[in-house]
């Protein structure tokens, strides 16, 4: 019987560590956060007043993306990774429109 209660002991003390701590900082924000939205429409608006944009694709490979846009495979972000593999650098007084 004490082996059982120091077996469950154990094995409780191994779950509850995993779940606290194996979680990276990425891992716990949210699945669908609350960001600003941008219209289709808004974008051109901005486009056409000269705005300085950059347009990054995130996401599953596929064959047609937006003229010029960066491609960041989606493996290499949050949720699936945390980002630091990616290489990208925006100034600051650039709209960056991700899609």
Request: proline content about 6%; some cysteine.
């Amino acid at each position: 019987m004490k082996r059982i209660i120091i077996m469950l002991i154990f094995l409780i003390l191994i779950l509850t560590s995993t779940v606290a701590y194996g979680q990276e900082w990425w891992q716990k924000w949210e699945v669908y956060p609350k960001v600003p939205r941008i219209t289709a429409k808004e974008v051109k608006k901005l486009m056409l007043s000269g705005e300085k944009m950059v347009f990054v694709y995130a996401g599953y490979e596929v064959d047609k993306i937006v003229c010029n846009s960066f491609f960041i495979p989606y493996t290499l972000v949050p949720p699936n990774s945390d980002g630091s593999e990616v290489k990208f650098r925006v100034p600051a007084d650039y709209w960056v429109m991700c899609y």
